[in-house]
């Protein structure tokens, strides 16, 4: 399976943008990129996810380099509710195989 | 509409019982997956059913099993219980393949195996 590695932690302040970087150096040309993130006492929740192209969503962008070996989550203006650990994950294969994350502080 | 439902929300067990987990994925979705999360272990694939065929498999023992019914609805089991199996089973539905549209999770049920 591709491995990702993203920061272990990050902060942000509030109402400012926030870009969670991930790295996947392996990744094959079938992996998708997704991205999840986990709030406290809840399960994952769906962010986003992309092949190729930028991806943009109510939640989120998903900036995706041109070679595809990293990413970037951008929360375009955080808020106290976007503190959570966030997974890059890499799939091919309809699993998903979780890291550690990032887990983002928002500051007030 | 309906997210993914499990039952129960929290459940007990004795070393050496077995258990059953219930998993109802969003209407229309056809892929459930597990996962066990621990704080030692994190989010870790259990496995996946599609159409009632399980497709994938994580690297756990046997006494984890599951089954997907014909209404996508998913049960998974463990048998023999032992004190490490104690966590937060989750289960995620999808469309069709995840990978190509995304995963919805569910709030999971605590087990506690004393």
């Known amino acids: 399976d591709a491995k990702t590695t993203q920061p272990n932690s990050m902060e942000s302040n509030e109402e400012e943008p926030v870009h969670l970087p991930c790295n996947h150096s392996?990744?094959?040309?079938?992996?998708?990129i997704h991205w999840y993130r986990q709030l406290p006492s809840q399960g994952p929740e769906y962010v986003i996810h992309g092949l190729t192209s930028n991806v943009n969503n109510r939640m989120a962008s998903l900036a995706i380099a041109e070679d595809r070996k990293s990413s970037t989550l951008i929360l375009h203006r955080a808020t106290l509710r976007d503190a959570a650990v966030y997974y890059c994950i890499l799939t091919d294969d309809d699993k998903i195989i979780f890291g550690k994350g990032t887990r983002l502080h928002i500051l007030p | 509409k309906a997210g993914v439902t499990q039952t129960p929300r929290y459940l007990i067990k004795t070393r050496g019982q077995q258990v059953t987990l219930s998993c109802s994925p969003i209407s229309g979705h056809r892929s459930v997956s597990w996962y066990q999360q621990t704080p030692g272990q994190g989010l870790q694939f259990l496995f996946e059913?599609?159409?009632?065929?399980?497709?994938n498999k994580g690297n756990f023992p046997g006494r984890f099993s599951g089954r997907q019914f014909s209404n996508s609805r998913s049960e998974m089991n463990v048998s023999t219980l032992e004190l490490g199996d104690s966590a937060l089973y989750l289960c995620a539905s999808s469309v069709s393949t995840g990978r190509r549209y995304g995963y919805t999770f569910g709030s999971g049920t605590r087990l506690t195996v004393v």
């Open positions: 059913y599609f159409s009632e065929t399980q497709r």
């Open positions: 392996t990744i094959s040309g079938t992996d998708y």
